[in-house]
Structure formats: C-alpha cells, structure tokens
C-alpha cells in the first residue's frame, strides 16, 4: 500500500509545473547544462526563465541574449519564447537575442527552427541564417539574411568571450563593448562614420581595442579619464586630419565596405 501510494504522489506531481530563473551578470557568460546533455548559454547581461512541464521545455528569454544547442530528444518538445515570437526546433543550434529595445534575432547555426507569432505564418529557419524583427517595422515583417559558416561563427563568438567586428562604425562598436563592462565606458565623439573597426576583441578588454584604433587611425585621439579605482572613461575623439593621414583614411575606406546588415 505504500508503494502504491508512493507512485500515486510521483504520478500527481510529474507533471506539475518547476520554473526556473537564471541570470548572467554583466560580463558574465553562464552555462545551464541540461539532463539530456543539451547546453544552454547566456550572454552579458541576460535574464532566462525556465519552465518545464511533462514533456514540454519552455525557455522564455526576457533580457540580452541565449544560445540554445540542443540534443535531438523526440521526448522532449522546446519552446522558446521571446516578446510575440515564438521558436521551436529539433535537434538544434541557435541564438536569440532582444535588440533595438524590443527587436528580436535569431541566428541558426546548425539544424531548423521554426518561428511563429500573432502576425505571421509558421517560418522555417535553416543553418546559416538568420531572421531579425524590429520593433520599429509593421507587425509580422521578418527580415532574412543568408550568412556564411563564418559569419555566423563570429556572430556568436561572445561564446568564447570575443567580439569580432566586420567594418562596423566606432561608435556602433562601443555600444557593443558597453553590454559587457559596467565599470569602463567608451565615449566617442566627432569620429566620423567613414572611420570603420573590423577584427576578433577580448570583450572585457575595451582598452585594447581603443588603443588599437588610436595607433590604426591617427586621426583619432585617446584620452583616459580615470574616476576611481574601478571607473574609467575612454574618450575617443577624431581631430581634422593631415594630408598624409587623409591618404591612408581614404585606404581603408576603400577596402573596407559596411555590410547591407548593421547589426553586429
């Protein structure tokens, strides 16, 4: 009799819902290994909630960004759920992430993914691409983007604690830096937008990368405020150029094309 009434409880209780909150501080990379060998990570600065009942995962992502690589289990049914869409996958990598306040994307590395919302149809996602909604667009637009193996490596280097740049503007490439370090800020001011940044940067090492494009562009001055022993401000500023480095800016902007997608 007490065993039966044992598996009475067991039976009751197995699919009662068990949530779950992970947080990843700024600057902070956290892993959440699952029993059936899938990892999810987050990004700075994210806040994830888990839900899980019966068969069903539901990951709701309600700051920053998530990598989710999940085993193929036919047992299991993921949800992953951001704002009004909806994602769900089989035996999948991908990335999610709250931009623009409020704008989503998604990036698949390997397998599918499809994605729903209130406005639009069942999309399916394949390796290698990536669909990005913003909140500034009419409800239900997506945008999709066809990235190389590489791009999508570098897009989701964060991973292992870089940031890789593809021609972005100075300024575009501070704000990423600020999602990863509370305590250094980078200010930019008068840098012209022509003035473009590209390579793989340690993400909690703004100073390495400021000090970079200080001795790559001499059009641009650096100045380190100190304010406090934990506090630094780096100002980036650009100053009129000389002939000769005009030469050599004229150079890399030549070589260097922005790509059709801004998003870093």
């Not at 931009?99 to 390796?127: K, N």
């Not at 239900?140 to 570098?154: F, I, K, P, Q, Y």
């Not at 002939?243 to 070589?255: D, I, L």
């Amino acid at each position: 009799m007490l065993v039966t009434a044992l598996l009475a409880v067991l039976l009751a209780t197995s699919d009662s819902p068990s949530v779950q909150t992970f947080i990843a501080d700024v600057g902070e990379i956290k892993s959440i290994s699952l029993p059936d060998g899938s990892v999810v990570t987050l990004n700075t600065d994210s806040v994830l909630r888990m839900l899980t009942q019966g068969r069903t995962l539901h990951f709701e992502l309600l700051r920053g960004e998530a990598l989710f690589a999940m085993t193929r289990n036919p047992e299991r049914h993921l949800l992953v759920s951001v704002g009004d869409l909806s994602i769900t996958e089989a035996g999948t990598t991908f990335s999610v992430r709250i931009v623009d306040e409020g704008g989503v994307r998604v990036i698949v590395e390997s397998g599918t993914v499809g994605l729903t919302s209130s406005h639009t149809p069942r999309t399916v996602v394949y390796p290698n691409q990536q669909i990005s909604q913003s909140d500034r667009d009419h409800p239900g637009t997506l945008h999709r983007a066809n990235l190389t193996s590489d791009e999508v490596h570098d897009r989701l280097a964060w991973r292992t604690g870089e940031i890789v740049f593809h021609c972005a503007s100075v300024a575009d490439a501070a704000q990423e830096f600020s999602r990863y370090n509370r305590r250094v800020r980078i200010e930019v001011q008068g840098v012209p937008d022509t003035v473009r940044v590209g390579g793989a940067f340690v993400a909690k090492d703004p100073l390495a990368f400021v000090q970079s494009i200080a001795i790559v562009y001499p059009d641009v001055r650096l100045q380190i405020e100190e304010r406090g022993p934990d506090h630094r401000i780096l100002h980036l500023t650009g100053v009129p150029p000389t002939p000769s480095s005009h030469s050599s800016q004229q150079t890399a902007e030549h070589q260097c094309h922005p790509p059709s997608d801004s998003n870093l």
